[in-house]
């Protein structure tokens, strides 16, 4: 009876696999702002056609923001003839021209007519943690930061991030910091530094009054929950990765001979590496006094 068993199971993978095999797969890459905006797109390509499905790769890193998404039918791995639905949308044609939103060239490599909504989504909903809430010492206004970045070009140096959070803290205002256990803890504010999944962080940072970002997951959280934001940028552009709904500051380039070979499609071998300028980075010449303005806006 075991033998039977066994020989049905291994019919069963065989015949899913092999139905797997006929439909498109996606290979999720990038960050996890990345993830919420092909969790997005994918939204929009199931309520256009809500037939279509897509088969993901298996992934940890990913897997948790993409669970139980209509658009997607099966996660696993692909077999050698599986074909792929391309989501590098840094490699599309229109990408380097700095012209054209992350968001819209990730909805044309799924087939969308552009322009679309940029709308993400996150299926399942938010996970929050009882224990990790009460122990919270919330006040009126709190405020999130996320000073890091997966590149250390597009950070800030700590000491600009203390004295915003000095400023804060005389508003009486709770600041709660946000990240991986590999960040410098900013003196001053609340640490929630690796204490939770990307979950778990999207549920607090609906809690919250606004954020103060980076380029980088939390500004795209932000997004999702309709929070507003304020974010600082230097390599980057938010002309290209912003929202419409937040503020942005874009740091001032002009004394950067290297400012057009620092990040992008062709000096993505730089992404990791720490700018050349030193303290004399464009992150730390945005004026103190423009992002106050910003932060004063919203408290």
């Known amino acids: 009876m075991a033998k039977t068993t066994d020989t049905t199971k291994e019919k069963t993978k065989t015949k899913v696999a092999k139905q797997a095999g006929d439909e498109l797969w996606i290979n999720p890459v990038g960050g996890y702002g990345d ?10 390509v199931h309520e ?35 074909k792929f639905v391309d989501m590098t949308y ?21 087939g969308l007519q552009t322009p679309v909504e940029e709308k993400l989504y996150l299926a399942g909903g938010y996970e929050e943690d009882p224990l990790l809430d009460k122990l919270i010492p919330w006040k009126k206004k709190t405020v999130i930061i996320a000073p890091s970045s997966d590149s250390p070009r597009k950070m ?21 910091q946000v990240g991986t256990i590999a960040d410098l803890h900013i003196k001053g504010a609340y640490s929630l530094l690796n204490l939770t999944s990307p979950r778990q962080l999207i549920s607090i940072i609906k809690k919250c009054t606004f954020v ?4 980088n997951f939390i500004m795209h959280a ?32 002009d004394h950067c001979e290297k400012r057009n070979e620092c990040v992008g499609p062709r000096f993505s071998h730089q992404y990791a590496t720490m700018c050349p ?6 992150m730390n010449k945005i004026p103190m006094e ?10």
């Open 290 to 299: 423009q992002i106050f303005n910003a932060i004063f806006t919203l408290l």
């Open 90 to 110: 840094w490699s599309a044609e229109n990408y380097e021209s700095g012209k054209f939103k992350a968001f819209q060239l990730l909805a044309e490599k799924f």
């Open 48 to 82: 256009k056609d809500p037939l279509k499905k897509f088969n993901l790769v298996r992934r940890t890193k990913y897997t948790t923001l993409l669970k139980g998404h209509p658009a997607i039918k099966h996660v696993g791995f692909p077999p050698k003839d599986a």
């Open 212 to 215: 103060i970002s980076s380029d």
């Open 156 to 176: 800030m140096h700590p000491m600009i991030w203390h004295t915003m959070v000095q400023r804060l803290i005389a508003e009486g205002v709770l600041v709660i």
């Open 277 to 282: 300028l030193g303290p004399e980075q464009c």
């Open 35 to 44: 993830i919420l905006m092909l969790s997005g797109v994918l939204k929009l």
């Open 222 to 253: 932000a997004r999702l929950v309709e929070k507003p934001a304020i974010v600082l940028w230097g390599p980057t552009k938010s002309s290209v990765y912003g929202y419409d709904n937040h503020i942005h500051i874009q740091a001032p380039l």
